[in-house]
């Protein structure tokens, strides 16, 4: 029996029932995140105007992640999943380097809390007050948090008994995939929220790179491994191959977006710099070189 044959063995009988009930679920909860959402971003805007405190494009976002997170569990995206490892793997990038970075950008925690009932809004008030959750929300503990869950929840869902255990029952399928897009998005917040609410640059640049390199050292594993490391039912027709290839799509794309993104932090970082402070990038300029344009002007207002 072919690998792609065994791979989906367990998808008979109650499981298809399971599965089915899991979708339709998945279903609800990504409607009433929408439903909840937009009714938060209405009432911000009758309220503030329309476009202000959460703009457009980040409404676009989280509309944007909400759709690609069906995409990446139905379709073909999911028949793909289906078939090998590497469409695993694939279906897992989606989830973590797409999904959880569009609802990061979407800023939905205002407008999720406007949406709430009252006693869940006086309740996420107390929690958020709490003295804990209070150090939580400090940027270096934050970022220890996040980059904690994200390699956790990534090593974990990864290893030969987790992995083999959520394709052979969905319910803890549907929790691998809600822990990895929950991660993500813990992950991505600091880094496209709201300014307000964004880590100092620093702290984002050593989160970003402190959770690539966990991922880039699991990618190797599963590149360079001899032999396959898990049970060849699970894999594709050619299972070292398709192991292989699990890894160059964990370990390719995660480095590109978060060197992308640590470089755009980086520059934003330089260009707030010159903004805000251009007497202290004139000092550090080297001796002969030309002053700063703000500091030039600044001279001659003089």
């Not at 139905?74 to 973590?96: C, F, I, K, N, T």
């Not at 999720?112 to 869940?120: C, F, V, Y």
Request: charged share 15%; net charge positive; with cysteine.
């Amino acid at each position: 029996m072919s690998g792609l044959t065994v791979y989906r063995a367990h998808g008979s009988g109650p499981g298809d029932v399971a599965e089915g009930l899991l979708t339709m679920l998945a279903v609800a909860v990504v409607c009433l995140l929408a439903a909840g959402y937009g009714r938060g971003v209405q009432e911000l805007w009758a309220r503030r105007g329309r476009g202000r405190v959460v703009g457009g494009r980040r409404v676009t976002a989280f509309g944007a992640g909400l759709v690609v997170a069906l995409a990446a569990d139905q379709g073909p995206v999911h028949r793909v999943a289906e078939s090998s490892y590497a469409g695993h793997m694939a279906q897992h990038m989606l989830l973590l380097l797409v999904v959880g970075p569009l609802l990061a950008a979407g800023a939905a925690g205002l407008p999720l809390t406007m949406a709430a009932p009252r006693p869940l809004r006086r309740l996420l008030a107390r929690v958020r007050a709490a003295p804990p959750v209070r150090r939580l929300r400090r940027p270096a503990e934050y970022a220890l948090l996040a980059a904690a869950a994200q390699t956790l929840m990534l090593w974990l869902w990864h290893l030969p008994g987790p992995y083999v255990a959520a394709v052979d029952r969905p319910v803890l399928h549907a929790a691998e995939h809600l822990s990895l897009v929950a991660a993500a998005w813990l992950l991505w917040a600091p880094v496209l929220g709201p300014a307000r609410h964004r880590t100092p640059a620093p702290v984002s640049l050593l989160l970003l790179v402190g959770t690539m390199l966990p991922a880039s050292a699991l990618g190797a594993v599963l590149t360079f491994a001899p032999e396959p490391v898990y049970p060849l039912r699970v894999l594709g027709p050619e299972p070292l191959a398709d192991q292989q290839l699990a890894g160059l799509l964990m370990w390719a794309p995660m480095d590109l977006v978060v060197l992308v993104a640590a470089l755009a932090v980086f520059l934003g970082w330089l260009l707030r710099l010159e903004r805000e402070r251009p007497d202290r990038l004139a000092t550090a300029r080297p001796t002969g070189a030309p002053p700063a344009k703000g500091a030039a002007t600044e001279g001659m207002v003089r």
